[in-house]
């Protein structure tokens, strides 16, 4: 698979870096991610349309930044107004878009596939669409699994929602919820401290 500075003439590192940086950084991701260098690799050339603010990526692309992995057949990010960054994973037919990312401050990775991963920054969204699987993984274990056919993740409210599932299910929807290990579910949770003169 070509990497990507075998296209540095049609992709320059600093545009590419400036419209990717601040990407998927979602779930409580690992902080220590945002300071990692962001690395592309696909296998065809990257288009660059600087009129529209578009960098898109075809053919087995793969970005990685710290512990962040989006695979993909195509990748688009988009500039907006005020600066922020989408950007859309399409997965090919019978092999989806995936995602994956260590949490930040404990032993635990969330990760997803869909169709279509589709993210906003400046709504701090991250939409999992057709097909939607997103799995937290503890100790390289399946906690928890949401299924459905679209699963969205809004990062300032900490929340998950899925909406149905496909036709052979009825469009019913599935979560599996693993209970905590006894000595994490036995600790008390932290108190914030109370900020004081």
């Not at 070509?2 to 779930?27: E, M, Q, Y």
């Not at 600066?83 to 037919?93: E, K, Q, Y």
């Not at 928890?144 to 900490?158: F, H, K, Y």
């Not at 149905?164 to 008390?188: F, N, Q, W």
Request: proline share 6%.
């Amino acid at each position: 698979m070509p990497r990507l500075s075998s296209c540095r003439p049609l992709l320059p590192h600093a545009l590419l870096t400036a419209l990717l940086l601040g990407g998927v950084t979602v779930v409580q991701a690992e902080k220590a991610d945002r300071r990692q260098p962001i690395v592309v690799e696909a296998d065809k050339p990257g288009v660059l349309d600087l009129q529209r603010q578009v960098i898109v990526f075809n053919g087995n692309v793969q970005i990685v930044q710290g512990t962040m992995i989006i695979r993909a057949e195509r990748i688009e990010v988009r500039e907006q107004a005020g600066g922020t960054r989408n950007a859309v994973a399409t997965g090919a037919p019978g092999q989806p878009a995936t995602y994956r990312q260590k949490r930040d401050g404990v032993d635990e990775v969330v990760e997803g596939s869909a169709d279509r991963i589709e993210y906003d920054a400046a709504a701090g969204t991250l939409r999992f669409v057709g097909n939607g699987a997103v799995r937290r993984l503890r100790a390289g274990v399946v906690a928890d699994e949401i299924t459905g056919a679209e699963i969205r993740w809004d990062d300032a409210a900490q929340q998950f929602s899925v909406i149905g599932g496909d036709a052979a299910s009825g469009g019913r929807v599935r979560a599996v919820l693993t209970p905590l290990p006894e000595a994490a579910a036995s600790k008390p949770a932290a108190v914030p401290a109370a900020g004081g003169r």
